[in-house]
């Protein structure tokens, strides 16, 4: 039996053709530029994103370190969401080693920031304050995609304020798909964006960083300084590659699927939060460590918490989804 497991869209294997481009893919030193998928990688995905360059990284959290020392200097602050990866989730990265600030404010159900409390966050021009210089959002939110109309006028506040705009779109692609529209749609609004390759896109390692020819060669300093400078990289980044010309589209199944579940858990009495993207959230309280091991026993992986996260992706199928929601009525039933 293979498990099915839904603790994340990072757990995906290569697929087959993905393989087959890695293992194709010509090699050379990208410290010194010369690794041609890495180079192609980088330029490609700034062009369709509609930026200057772009910067291949080994993770979303290097990525976005990068993209806020590079905006941000020593005593700077940046206003971010509470439960934002950016800063929550990335060991403080951020303040350990940028001595960047930051002012977090109260995620709002939708997954936005309340531009009005971003705008009264925003620091005079006073030495007795950190130098406020950037907004970062993230796209999708737990799952949750903001709208256009919400990312055009933080583009405005952060204008008018002199704040550059930072996107943490580990899951842009996720974003842009369930809006249908082209992913620039969303980047166009912003001065710098990290986009991961292993999460819905399924590549097994690796984040871009896009942003200004300027930006990007502060980031490309930061990313030897701080270790994520690699050698015959080009392997990784052809999965990239294949991952963004193949590897899109599909991400639309994933969505189907988590609705699916979503419809499913429901009516077995589950409560469950609604469902945009590929993540399904479930309140199952107290009984998640039991839950999980009844599912486990049955060759499903959960993670525990009493706000159950459950992510869908291209290892686990529509076949699949019924039988988690088979086990999920029958774990409501004991
Ligand atoms: C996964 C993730 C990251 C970090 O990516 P890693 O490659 O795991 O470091 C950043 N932001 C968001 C929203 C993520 O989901």
Same mark, same amino acid.
């Given at each position: 039996?293979?498990?099915?497991?839904?603790?994340?869209? @990072?757990?995906?294997?290569?697929?087959?053709?993905?393989?087959?481009?890695?293992?194709?893919?010509?090699?050379?030193?990208?410290?010194?530029?010369?690794?041609?998928?890495?180079?192609?990688?980088?330029?490609?995905?700034?062009?369709?994103?509609?930026?200057?360059?772009?910067?291949?990284?080994?993770?979303g @959290?290097?990525?976005?370190?990068?993209a806020?020392?590079?905006?941000?200097?020593?005593?700077?602050?940046?206003?971010?969401?509470?439960?934002?990866?950016?800063?929550?989730?990335?060991?403080?990265?951020?303040?350990?080693?940028?001595?960047?600030?930051?002012?977090?404010?109260e995620?709002?159900?939708?997954?936005?920031?309340?531009?009005?409390?971003?705008?009264?966050?925003?620091?005079?021009?006073?030495?007795?304050?950190?130098?406020?210089?950037?907004?970062?959002?993230?796209n999708?939110?737990?799952?949750?995609?903001?709208?256009?109309?919400?990312?055009?006028?933080?583009?405005?506040?952060?204008?008018?304020?002199?704040?550059?705009?930072?996107?943490?779109?580990?899951?842009?692609?996720?974003?842009?798909?369930?809006?249908?529209?082209?992913?620039?749609?969303?980047?166009?609004?912003?001065?710098?964006?990290?986009?991961?390759?292993?999460?819905?896109?399924?590549?097994?390692?690796?984040s871009?960083?896009?942003? @200004?020819?300027?930006?990007?060669?502060?980031?490309?300093?930061?990313?030897?300084?701080?270790?994520?400078?690699?050698r015959?990289?080009g392997?990784?980044?052809?999965?990239?590659?294949y991952?963004?010309?193949?590897?899109?589209e599909?991400?639309?199944?994933?969505?189907a699927?988590?609705r699916?579940?979503?419809?499913?858990?429901?009516?077995?009495?589950?409560a469950?939060?609604?469902?945009?993207?590929?993540?399904?959230?479930?309140?199952?309280?107290?009984?998640?460590?039991?839950?999980?091991?009844?599912?486990?026993?049955?060759?499903?992986?959960?993670?525990?918490?009493?706000?159950?996260?459950?992510? @869908?992706?291209?290892?686990?199928?529509?076949?699949?989804?019924?039988q988690?929601?088979?086990?999920?009525?029958?774990?409501?039933r004991?």
């Amino acid at each position: 039996m293979t498990d099915i497991d839904l603790r994340s869209d @990072t757990v995906t294997q290569p697929s087959v053709g993905m393989r087959e481009a890695m293992v194709q893919a010509p090699l050379g030193d990208d410290v010194y530029g010369e690794d041609p998928a890495v180079n192609r990688l980088e330029s490609e995905l700034a062009l369709r994103l509609g930026f200057a360059e772009g910067l291949f990284v080994p993770s979303g @959290t290097m990525s976005n370190l990068l993209a806020l020392m590079a905006h941000c200097g020593r005593g700077d602050e940046y206003i971010v969401g509470q439960q934002a990866h950016t800063y929550k989730y990335e060991g403080g990265g951020a303040a350990v080693l940028g001595s960047i600030q930051p002012q977090p404010l109260e995620v709002l159900a939708d997954g936005s920031l309340d531009l009005g409390q971003v705008a009264a966050a925003i620091k005079p021009d006073d030495f007795h304050f950190a130098r406020t210089r950037l907004l970062a959002l993230e796209n999708t939110m737990q799952g949750k995609v903001l709208p256009a109309e919400y990312l055009a006028a933080a583009s405005r506040l952060t204008r008018e304020h002199g704040l550059a705009l930072h996107l943490d779109g580990a899951r842009l692609y996720n974003a842009a798909v369930e809006m249908g529209v082209d992913a620039k749609e969303i980047t166009r609004y912003f001065d710098s964006v990290s986009v991961c390759l292993s999460k819905g896109l399924g590549a097994p390692v690796g984040s871009v960083l896009c942003g @200004t020819a300027d930006l990007i060669a502060r980031a490309r300093r930061l990313r030897k300084m701080v270790g994520g400078g690699m050698r015959q990289a080009g392997q990784l980044a052809a999965a990239g590659l294949y991952a963004l010309d193949h590897q899109v589209e599909r991400l639309a199944d994933d969505h189907a699927h988590a609705r699916l579940l979503a419809d499913g858990l429901r009516a077995s009495g589950y409560a469950v939060e609604p469902v945009q993207t590929n993540m399904v959230y479930v309140q199952v309280g107290e009984r998640c460590d039991a839950l999980k091991a009844f599912a486990a026993a049955r060759g499903i992986r959960l993670s525990a918490a009493a706000r159950l996260r459950m992510v @869908t992706h291209m290892d686990v199928s529509r076949a699949q989804i019924e039988q988690v929601v088979d086990v999920f009525a029958d774990f409501s039933r004991q």
